[in-house]
């Protein structure tokens, strides 16, 4: 692994070890992507890395930003603000990128910046508003939202966000990597 290319392990971020599987349960991941703040299990997060180059994937989303080669694997890589329908921004040198496992796949999700692993217990997790049927099909990834202190995260449900496209792009690149 270059350690250049490796921003952190989120187990490191913790102190925890892998076992300790109860205490990871409320921790989240949060990242901005517009002005909005989002969170995500830690349990799915595999690592966080620094953007480099994606290589583009023809006719596919347009949040589908590519593939890149990590270690050896190959991993399809969304834009999150293109996937909440947000305009596209320009990289810099806070934009990252989050590996989830989210089931047997691996996907990297570029974000603008990651803001910081936060503690969220179940009785702080609220379901969303549902104001409009607009509001809840832009707002179908979200399965809650959390209060940390006076803010709010929208806790993200890693299944709902990765479309059948997504997961079909990415399980085709996991049959090449591993013929290879």
């Known amino acids: 692994m270059s350690e250049t290319n490796s921003l952190s392990n989120p187990a490191d971020l913790l102190d925890l070890e892998f076992g300790e599987y109860d205490e990871k349960k409320s921790k989240y ?87 910081d692993v936060v503690e969220i217990g179940e009785s702080d997790i609220l379901p969303p508003p549902t104001i409009s049927r607009n509001d809840q099909t832009n707002r179908k990834y979200i399965y809650g939202i959390g209060k940390v202190g006076d803010e709010v995260k929208l806790l993200l449900d890693p299944d709902k966000l990765l479309s059948g496209t997504d997961l079909t792009i990415a399980e085709q690149t996991d049959v090449k990597s591993e013929e290879e």
């Open 29 to 115: 991941m949060t990242f901005k992507s517009g002005n909005e703040y989002f969170g995500l299990k830690i349990q799915y997060v595999n690592e966080i890395i620094q953007i480099q180059a994606i290589t583009p994937v023809p006719e596919t989303e347009n949040y589908i930003k590519g593939l890149i080669n990590l270690r050896g694997k190959i991993i399809p890589v969304i834009d999150m603000r293109l996937r909440f329908g947000q305009e596209a921004f320009e990289y810099n040198d806070r934009t990252c990128i989050i590996v989830l496992q989210v089931n047997d796949t691996m996907v990297g999700l570029v974000v603008e910046k990651i803001a």
